[in-house]
């Protein structure tokens, strides 16, 4: 079903779609995600307004667009896709890293709201993960082959993450075996960010 995460009604449109198809919504996993590698000082309003619109805005929106179905249901379990530039920072994505920052907050506020409801509410947190957006992130630099290989130097386990690295992750988060863990931050990143 597409959706724009940073366009209200999108968002409206594609979660009153899902209903019809599929009944209430109890299980949400949030991960639409946006950037370009540049320094702060290059940013302008237009730039920050997209990341932010995507990065923090869409989260808000779905998050808020199916809580209604989850309490009415006494269930629920929300993951919100946020990233370890959220917790610890990242050259050359400052507005990116705010937006993630957020998104982690956003979670851990509405696990406290939520709770009660029979809602969980976590964030998972990759590292560099091989994906379409890193990749056009390492190609938009003269350096990206560079960039690539001092992550891959940097990550203990000497190699960017795979999707198929962080989507367990997601799945442990969204079943019944994590019934009593919400509010909680999980970094999926080969050891490059530890708690």
Known sequence: MPIDVADPDSVDLAIAAVRDRLGPITVLVSCAGWDLLRPFIDTDEAFQTRVLEINLGGPIRVVRAVLPDMIEA????????????????????????????????????????VVRDGITANCVCPGPTDTPLFCGLAEGTQDGDRLTQALERAIPMRRLGQPDDVAPAIAFLASDEARYITGQTLSVSGGLTMS
């Open 74 to 113: 006494g269930f629920g379990r929300i993951v919100l896709v946020a990233s370890d530039a959220g917790r610890v920072g990242s050259s050359g994505e400052a507005i990116y890293a705010a937006a993630k920052g957020g998104v982690i907050a956003l979670a851990k506020s509405v696990a406290r709201e």
